[in-house]
């Protein structure tokens, strides 16, 4: 049985934006789904305001991997970090005009790739993850409020 696919999906599958990598990018984020093998990295370039000036992704998986991975690049550039942050799966799903259900955890890597960048944009700014315990981050991270051992 053939998945149906959205149109906007097959567009940004055959048509990705943002993709590549930035060199001066000051977070980064890899979160991966070993089940599927879908491996996903983003990059961010924000600004003294905390603004995403620029984003770019590199995905290793299927077209609903790479769909998920351009569309919530487009959503999150220009935005502050407190915005981004509140991007969720369902969010980048709905803005694809759907996803089959078997490929829902690629809107979900999205999400977790864009919090793990975001948490490494403040890691290396020596501040806490800013990230609550339900992001469903891929990664290890400090929670903001918690003390040092």
Do not use: W
């Amino acid at each position: 049985m053939a998945m149906e696919y959205s149109a906007k999906v097959m567009e940004h599958f055959a048509h990705p934006h943002n993709v590549g990598s930035i060199d001066d990018a000051n977070g980064i984020g890899e979160v991966g789904n070993a089940k599927c093998g879908d491996i996903m990295r983003m990059y961010l370039k924000i600004n003294g305001d905390e603004i995403i000036e620029d984003v770019k992704f590199q995905t290793f998986g299927c077209a609903s991997a790479i769909a998920t991975s351009s569309i919530a690049t487009d959503l999150i550039k220009g935005q502050p970090l407190s915005e981004a942050l509140k991007l969720t799966n369902q969010a980048v799903v709905e803005a694809l005009d759907g996803l089959p259900a078997v490929k829902i955890h690629c809107s979900v890597l999205a999400e977790e790739a864009i919090k793990a960048a975001i948490n490494d944009y403040y890691k290396r700014k020596g501040v806490h993850c800013v990230v609550d315990e339900s992001c469903g981050c891929a990664h290890e991270h400090d929670h903001a409020g918690e003390d040092d051992e």
